[in-house]
């Protein structure tokens, strides 16, 4: 299972970008998909997470700012980033995990986690 990151870049304070990522493969379902960022020098962070059903979960520094949501049809988690902040600066890494088949002479499902490549956002005047 492959995901695929755009949307990043370079933005002002106050600016905006809206985060896409696409899921590709022989995938039965999907479970959560999210959004982590990892600047320099610090660990990696969740900032949002979206489960199957659209429950939603974000990281305290984001919330009323950063918005996620998926179209499940399209295998596709966006993360729309409103009033951002230097500190918003990082590499943004899509996360999914659920289940794949295979498409042998034996039809399995094995879970899967995949991570994306992770995409640039920088904030700054």
């Known amino acids: 299972v492959q995901l695929v990151e755009s949307g990043g870049g370079l933005v002002q304070p106050g600016g905006s970008l809206r985060l896409s990522c696409a899921a590709s493969?022989?995938?039965?379902?999907?479970?959560?998909m999210g959004w982590y960022r990892q600047a320099p020098g610090k660990q990696r962070e969740l900032v949002a997470d979206?489960?199957?059903?659209?429950?939603?979960n974000y990281a305290d520094s984001v919330k009323g700012r950063f918005t996620i949501s998926r179209d499940n049809a399209k295998k596709t988690v966006y993360l729309q980033m409103n009033s951002l902040k230097s500190e918003d600066t990082a590499v943004y890494y899509c996360?999914?995990?659920?289940?794949?088949?295979?498409?042998?002479?034996?039809?399995?499902?094995?879970?899967?986690?995949?991570w994306g490549q992770g995409t640039q956002v920088t904030v700054s005047s």
């Open positions: 996360n999914a995990d659920g289940r794949y088949y295979t498409d042998g002479a034996i039809f399995q499902l094995i879970d899967f986690r995949s």
């Open positions: 493969g022989s995938i039965f379902s999907i479970n959560a």
């Open positions: 979206i489960t199957s059903d659209g429950r939603t």
